[in-house]
């Protein structure tokens, strides 16, 4: 059974590739190319998250928080794992896994080797690819991200201490981790731009990388772009979000700052055309330079730095605006700061009603303590059938 690894690096349009692959399960699978269920899915990080030493979001995100909790989440993946690839394997060759969380989460050479050590219990052959941007286009993509998340910086604040020695930035350094321990053979590194790519297009791209042998026409490239960065004038808006919502209240998801930031993005206000600016770009490139020279001599076979020089940005246009956008910033400030808001999640709320109805129904509690339970789930799921069809039923009973 051969393996492909997808391995990044982030901001290389790899939640585009993932959602592509995933819709195409069927597609790949006729022609015995496997996608797994049990390392999470679309983004396989699971299988990063089992090997990965520390405790990260993803798991945070689970309310698991020391190795105790961690352990008992992993508990049957290894049983999990190998039973989906013994079925796999009857009718499929290859079998592909694909996180950016390969590059970001897997900083020590050790967790690399470990990642082979646990697949070769199951796998013969590898290939492991991953797609290279010039690293300030990189880093102004994070901090769009971290925005969307819950930074509440101006970019020029935002990782102002990076070196050579960053395992996230300095991909010769990144890329001889895995070719240590997966062999120099089994790596195809691919330059992230449209005029490297087949038709400009990245899913082709990366299918005629892996699989230049399968029937890539059949294929539905449907699919639209994710996780698109944000634009200026978004930017000033999230980084306001963010100053006064923290994204957990407590040990647990608060969903409000995304359901606000939606609403933003909406906006029919704002400019979605001019991109985020950093005027530090082109220090960025020059601290990589003699990096990115060795890294695509011993990639590529190039003796250059085949990223192209970003250019130069004008303090000025940081934070272009369209219209008084601090203003509606400073509106939106206010409005945030009035209420806290608590959520009930989906859970919980199943949890609530179905407690309710099972100690009425038990004659643990009275009509009126079971109403004021259902009432209770009732605010947190205000159109949920099964709750306002129960809570009908016991008010007619009262």
């Known amino acids: 059974l051969h393996c492909i690894l997808h391995i990044g690096t982030e901001k290389t349009a790899t939640t585009l590739i993932q959602k592509w692959l995933y819709e195409n399960r069927d597609q790949l699978s006729a022609q015995r190319v496997a996608l797994t269920k049990n390392s999470d899915f679309p983004n ?154 087949i038709d400009g297009d990245i899913r082709k791209d990366f299918i005629a990388s892996v699989l230049p042998k399968i029937n890539a026409e059949i294929m539905d490239y449907k699919t639209d772009s994710s996780n698109e960065s944000l634009s200026a004038d978004e930017a000033v808006l999230f980084r306001e979000i963010n100053a006064v919502r923290n994204n957990f209240i407590g040990r647990h998801p608060d969903p409000t700052p995304d359901a606000i930031k939606n609403a933003v993005k909406n906006s029919c206000l704002l400019d979605k055309e001019t991109s985020i600016s950093d005027p530090r770009q082109n220090m960025m490139y020059d601290t990589f330079n003699d990096v990115n020279v060795q890294f695509f001599l011993r990639y590529f076979g190039k003796k250059e730095n085949m990223f192209p020089r970003p250019k130069e940005i004008d303090q000025n246009e940081v934070d272009h605006k369209r219209f008084n956008i601090s203003d509606l910033a400073d509106f939106l400030n206010s409005i945030l700061s009035i209420k806290k808001f608590v959520f009930v999640q989906d859970n919980e709320v199943n949890f609530l009603r179905d407690l309710a109805i099972k100690l009425h129904s038990s004659g643990a509690v009275s009509n009126s303590e079971a109403i004021t339970l259902l009432k209770l789930a009732n605010r947190a799921r205000p159109a949920g059938g099964a709750i306002i069809s129960k809570l009908d039923e016991l008010r007619n009973e009262d």
């Open 44 to 197: 396989n990080r699971k299988l990063v998250s089992y090997v990965q030493s520390s405790i990260d979001d993803y798991l945070k995100v689970r309310d698991i928080h020391n190795d105790t909790e961690r352990r008992h989440f992993f508990e049957n993946f290894e049983n999990d794992f190998a039973n989906e690839l013994s079925e796999l394997k009857k009718d499929h060759g290859t079998a592909i896994f694909t996180s950016e969380h390969f590059h970001s989460r897997l900083t020590s050479e050790s967790e690399v080797l470990d990642l082979k050590a646990f697949l070769d219990q199951f796998f013969d052959s590898y290939s492991i690819i991953c797609y290279f941007r010039e690293q300030s286009k990189v880093r102004t993509s994070l901090y769009s991200t971290g925005l969307k998340i819950n930074n509440p910086n101006n970019i020029l604040d935002f990782q102002s201490d990076i070196d050579t020695e960053s395992h996230y930035y300095n991909y010769l350094s990144f890329f001889k981790k895995w070719e240590n321990a997966f062999g120099k053979d089994a790596l195809l590194p691919r330059i992230f731009s449209k005029e490297n790519m």
